[in-house]
C-alpha cells in the first residue's frame, strides 16, 4: 500500500482538492453555479455581482482556508517528527495560545498596528508560548516526555487565554479578539494572504529541503548524530519553520487547534514515515481538510456561521485522547 498510495495520493489529492475549492466557493448565501465559478476566474466581469461576491468575498476565503491548512498540518508534522512527540501540536503545545496572546497586546497598546506588523508579532508570540512550555516540560527531573509536553502546554495555553481575556476585558476589546480564538476564515482578504504568502512559500520550500534530515531525526537523537548530522541545527531550523507556519496561520484564521494533530497521523498511515513523502502530503490533506471544515461551517445554520475551530475540535479532540490513551498505554 505504501508503495502506490503516495503518487495516488501526488494525482488525486490535488483533484479532490480542486473540487472541493470549486464547491466552497460556490456555495454560500447566494448558490452561484460552478459555470459562472469558471467564467469569473478566467473572464472576470467587475460590472457581475456573481464576479464581484468571487473575486472579493469567496476566492480569498477560499484560497485562505488551503494556505492556512498547510500550514497548520505541516507545521504539526514537523514538530511530530523533531520531538518525536505523536501529540505534538501548535494548538495543543501553546504555539497558538502565545501567538494569540501578543496579538491581544497589539490590540490593546497598538490598535492601529498595521497587519504586516501583526503578523511579525505572532511569529514573536508563537516563540514566546513554544519557549514557555519547553521551558517548564524541562524542568522535570525525569526529562521531557510526550505527555508532560502536553500537560505543560494545556496549563501555558489556559494562562496566555486567561490573560488575552483580561486584556479583552480591560480594554474592551472582546469583540476583536472573539475571532481569533473562535477561529474562522471569513475575514480573510487578499491583501492579508499576500502578506503571508512568501513567509509560507519559503518555510515550505525549507521543510521540503529538511525532510530528509527530519527523517533521519525522527528516528532519534543518537542513530542522526551517529550519521553525522547536525541535530542542533537541523532541530533549531524545523522550530524556525514552525514558528513561521504557525505564526502566519494564526495572524489571519486565529487559533485553530488540532489540524497539525490530526493530518500528520493519517499521512503517515497512508505513504510511511518518511517525510520527503510526509511534507507534500500533509500540505495537500491539510488544506483539503479546512476547505470542507469552512464549507461545512457556512452549511450547518445558514445564513449564521458555526466557528470552524468548533468544527475541527469536534474531530481532534476523541482524536487526541486516542492518541494520549495509546502513549500512556506503551509506558
Not at 513554544?130 to 495555553?157: C, D, E, F, K, Q
Not at 505513504?271 to 470542507?292: E, F, K, M, N, Q
Not at 468544527?311 to 485522547?321: R, V
Request: hydrophobic share 55%; charged share 10%.
Amino acid at each position: 500500500m505504501k508503495k502506490w498510495s503516495f503518487p495516488t495520493l501526488l494525482i488525486v489529492g490535488p483533484f479532490l482538492l480542486l473540487f472541493a475549492i470549486g464547491v466552497s466557493i460556490s456555495y454560500g448565501a447566494t448558490n452561484i453555479d460552478l459555470k459562472t465559478v469558471w467564467d469569473s476566474v478566467f473572464h472576470y466581469n467587475a460590472q457581475l455581482v456573481p464576479h464581484k461576491i468571487i473575486w472579493e468575498l469567496r476566492m480569498p476565503r477560499v484560497l485562505g482556508s488551503v494556505i492556512i491548512g498547510a500550514c497548520f498540518s505541516v507545521s504539526g508534522a514537523l514538530m511530530q517528527g523533531v520531538t518525536r512527540n505523536p501529540l505534538a501540536d501548535s494548538g495543543i503545545l501553546g504555539i497558538n495560545a502565545g501567538a494569540a496572546f501578543v496579538l491581544a497586546l497589539c490590540y490593546a497598546f497598538f490598535p492601529a498596528l498595521p497587519f504586516f506588523y501583526l503578523m511579525i508579532c505572532s511569529f514573536i508570540g508563537a516563540g514566546v508560548g513554544a519557549g514557555i512550555v519547553y521551558g517548564m516540560s524541562s524542568l522535570s527531573p525525569n526529562g521531557m516526555s510526550p505527555v508532560r509536553l502536553v500537560l505543560a502546554g494545556a496549563a501555558v495555553s489556559a494562562l496566555l487565554t486567561a490573560l488575552s481575556q483580561g486584556l479583552a476585558i480591560y480594554f474592551q476589546i472582546g469583540q476583536d479578539l472573539a475571532f481569533w480564538y473562535a477561529g474562522g476564515t471569513s475575514g480573510i482578504h487578499w491583501f492579508e494572504l499576500m502578506m503571508i504568502l512568501p513567509w509560507v512559500i519559503c518555510a515550505f520550500l525549507a521543510a521540503l529541503f529538511l525532510s530528509p534530515s527530519i527523517t533521519i531525526l525522527s528516528l532519534g537523537d543518537n542513530i542522526a548524530s551517529g550519521l553525522g548530522m547536525h541535530t542542533g541545527i537541523i532541530k533549531t531550523a524545523s522550530i524556525v519553520i514552525v514558528l513561521i507556519l504557525a505564526g502566519a496561520a494564526v495572524s489571519v484564521v486565529g487559533a485553530i487547534g488540532f489540524v497539525g494533530l490530526i493530518i500528520p497521523h493519517l499521512t503517515r498511515y497512508l505513504v510511511g514515515t518518511d517525510y520527503r513523502r510526509i511534507i507534500p502530503c500533509t500540505a495537500i490533506l491539510g488544506s483539503l481538510l479546512l476547505v470542507l471544515a469552512d464549507l461545512g461551517a457556512r452549511s450547518i445554520n445558514p445564513p449564521y456561521e458555526t466557528p470552524i475551530g468548533v468544527l475541527i475540535a469536534l474531530i481532534g479532540i476523541p482524536f487526541f485522547l486516542y492518541l494520549a490513551g495509546s502513549e500512556r498505554s506503551d509506558h
